[in-house]
């Protein structure tokens, strides 16, 4: 059976959480978030330049990964991985002065994971990425090269979050018996829900959640496992503002539990 993250194209407007969270993704990008090392990342899949990758990051989140030793690196790849596996912008760049790496935003310097070889600038490359197919490497590319970006935020700045329990079982991808829980969000503003990827989220078995308009009356979307394993999360922009209706169950007619978390302005 067919298993993936789930991939939203969104419409919106206005902002994060406003305030200094800035804007949402345009209508042109797909992105997931997820939760993890203390910080929100959003694997936005839609090409950019670097330069133009790092003024949407500073619209939706903060700014391009900054990465500080292994397991940061090595939690970016495997999310990468499950949603493309190739070359992905990272903040890492010497556009100032050549050879003199730094993070975007003047982070300080604490790790490296330069392939062998590399940054050897070998057409005008003074951007750094992160191989998702090449154990998480980094290489520098031509800063006008069109890539998928990894955008950073500290959770500090995100969303508040909630959590409730749920165990079901013969729900048929959440067809039938499942259990139904409501939860606020704003038009315009993200809301992440899941049994993993989000703080406090858990899952046992193989989840799948459907998320309702506010009526519970017809299906937004739905999905099935992500963050590497059988959870589930989902990242969208409510087209209302209201009480959504989810619909948590397992995938076919198993059983299955766990904690679904909510991440949401609201």
Not at 1 to 12: A, C, D, E, T, W
Not at 86 to 106: H, L, P, Y
Not at 108 to 126: H, I, K, M, R, V
Not at 199 to 210: C, E, F, K, M, V
Request: a negative charge; aromatic letters at 12%.
């Amino acid at each position: 059976m067919l298993k993936r993250f789930i991939l939203l194209m969104l419409s919106v407007g206005g902002c994060f959480g406003c305030g200094a969270e800035g804007a949402e993704p345009t209508e042109q990008d797909t992105f997931d978030i997820v939760h993890g090392n203390g910080h929100d990342y959003v694997f936005v899949q839609t090409p950019q330049t670097w330069s133009t990758a790092r003024t949407k990051c500073g619209q939706y989140v903060g700014h391009l990964a900054t990465i500080g030793d292994s397991g940061e690196n090595d939690f970016i790849r495997d999310q990468a991985q499950q949603l493309f596996w190739g070359a992905w912008w990272i903040g890492r760049n010497d556009m100032t002065t050549e050879n003199s790496w730094v993070w975007d935003k003047n982070e300080l310097l604490q790790y490296d994971n330069w392939a062998p070889g590399e940054p050897n600038n070998w057409n005008e490359e003074d951007c750094a990425t992160l191989d998702a197919s090449n154990n998480g490497l980094w290489n520098d590319l031509n800063c006008n090269t069109s890539l998928n970006f990894v955008c950073e935020r500290d959770s500090g700045a995100a969303p508040p979050y909630k959590t409730v329990a749920f165990s079901a079982a013969n729900t048929n991808t959440a067809t039938q018996n499942y259990s139904v829980i409501y939860f606020s969000g704003y038009a315009s503003t993200v809301v992440t829900v899941g049994t993993c990827g989000v703080p406090g989220a858990s899952n046992t078995g193989d989840t799948y959640l459907r998320i309702f308009d506010p009526t519970n009356t017809y299906e937004i979307m739905h999905a099935d496992d992500a963050c590497g394993g059988v959870g589930t999360n989902i990242s969208f922009v409510p087209p209302v503002s209201g009480n959504f209706a989810l619909r948590a169950g397992c995938w076919g007619t198993g059983s299955c539990s766990g904690t679904i978390a909510v991440r949401s302005p609201g």
